[in-house]
């Protein structure tokens, strides 16, 4: 059911997770390092598969939308204290690795339904669920963990991260569909490349950094 793919999913995340995670908690020029190189590579992906559909147009008008989640996990990072920002930053990253690691089970497993064919075809409603929930929780756990005022607001935020992680992941596929590659690139084994890795993160960092600038902000909820 899950076989070869799974083993690679796992070796890189047991590579590149320990980098991340050490980025994150000790920030400053470490966790800048890390987006500017994240950044790169994912802006030469993007362009190199627009130009293979060729569409130059397209693959400038990516680039905001890209640039758009490193800039706002670097904010998130240096938002508040040394800890909230840690705290915050996780939350999101933690979350969103949730949504990826539910839905790849929760899909493999239990099958069913389709939930985007025409642009994700190994997408299910199966794993939509089981991503929101493993969203829910495991964000419930890192912001009671971390201290979050209000944790309990995770329950509700996490399903709604699952959603939009979800939504960016296919939209990704969406465009690769339309330049015939099966993945962005050909770094992260098991993954394909940047993009293929931060496609939820590119849509949910966003919603994540609104949300906590205005709902956040007034229920005073981190």
Not at 23 to 36: K, P, T
Request: with cysteine; proline share 4%; charged share 15%.
């Amino acid at each position: 059911m899950f076989g070869k793919d799974l083993l690679l999913r796992t070796l890189s995340a047991v590579v590149l997770g320990p980098l991340v995670i050490a980025a994150i908690w000790f920030g400053g020029w470490a966790f800048a390092a890390v987006l500017a190189v994240g950044a790169l590579l994912s802006i030469y992906e993007w362009v190199v598969m627009c130009r293979r559909g060729p569409n130059n147009t397209l693959a400038i008008l990516g680039i905001p939308y890209i640039l758009l989640m490193f800039v706002c996990l670097w904010w998130l990072r240096d938002a508040g204290d040394d800890q909230i920002g840690r705290g915050l930053t996780f939350y999101i990253v933690f979350a969103v690795w949730a949504v990826d690691i539910g839905a790849y089970f929760a899909g493999r497993s239990i099958g069913g339904p389709k939930l985007a064919p025409k642009f994700s075809p190994s997408k299910t409603w199966a794993g939509l669920v089981g991503g929101m929930v493993a969203a829910a929780i495991i964000g419930h756990a890192w912001a009671w963990f971390a201290g979050a005022r209000l944790p309990e607001i995770t329950l509700l935020l996490g399903l709604l991260i699952g959603v939009v992680a979800q939504a960016g992941d296919i939209l990704e596929s969406a465009f690769k569909r339309k330049f015939g590659v099966k993945d962005s690139g050909a770094l992260i084994p098991g993954h394909g490349g940047i993009l293929d890795r931060v496609d939820g993160l590119m849509a949910a960092t966003p919603c994540f950094v609104l949300f906590h600038v205005t709902i956040g902000a007034h229920l005073n909820w981190w």
